[in-house]
């Protein structure tokens, strides 16, 4: 396919929060200020369009946003319990420790770790149920020089 268009604007990453199990520095609970950019290759529509930027990027700011300002938990996870506690709050228990948190500041993924590898799968799910009939590529950097892709190349 020889024609694609890239998304890559400052309103389409996210600040969140996450941990990982069994790391030596990334198992404490720490955060990044997420990068997300995503290309798209198709046939060009009537239109003369790949896909229509605006739309494109709607539905990604839409995906982010729910991501943006969150503490990311993997639901899928064999390695850490989430439990319902009283008055809206959770705990998370993973090896030796515990971490409880408003439920309202969470984001319960359905992932078994949220690394930026799988953050962009995750993205990119999202992405191909709108657009079956193209090829995606998303990537997700936790900073400059730390980047995950994921996607059809």
């Known amino acids: 396919m020889p024609y694609s268009v890239r998304i890559e604007d400052s309103k389409c990453n996210f600040s969140a929060c996450h941990f990982l199990f069994d790391h030596n520095k990334c198992s404490r609970l720490h955060g990044h200020n997420y990068h997300?950019?995503?290309e798209i290759s198709g046939q060009l529509s009537e239109e003369f369009?790949?896909?229509d930027f605006f739309d494109l990027k709607t539905l990604l700011l839409k995906i982010t946003d729910t991501?943006?300002?969150h503490i990311l938990l993997p639901?899928?996870?064999p390695h850490i319990?989430?439990?319902n506690l009283k008055n809206g709050q959770?705990?998370?228990d993973?090896?030796?420790k515990y971490f409880s948190f408003p439920?309202?500041?969470c984001v319960f993924l359905p992932l078994q770790a949220t690394t930026a590898e799988l953050l962009s799968k995750y993205i990119y799910d999202k992405i191909k149920e709108k657009y079956l009939d193209y090829v995606v590529l998303v990537e997700v950097s936790e900073s400059q020089s730390s980047v995950a892709k994921y996607g059809e190349t």
């Open 103 to 105: 439920k309202s500041d």
């Open 90 to 92: 959770i705990r998370v």
């Open 75 to 77: 639901e899928k996870s």
């Open 94 to 96: 993973m090896q030796d």
């Open 36 to 38: 997300v950019s995503l």
């Open 49 to 51: 369009f790949v896909v």
């Open 67 to 69: 991501l943006d300002h």
């Open 81 to 83: 319990k989430i439990s």
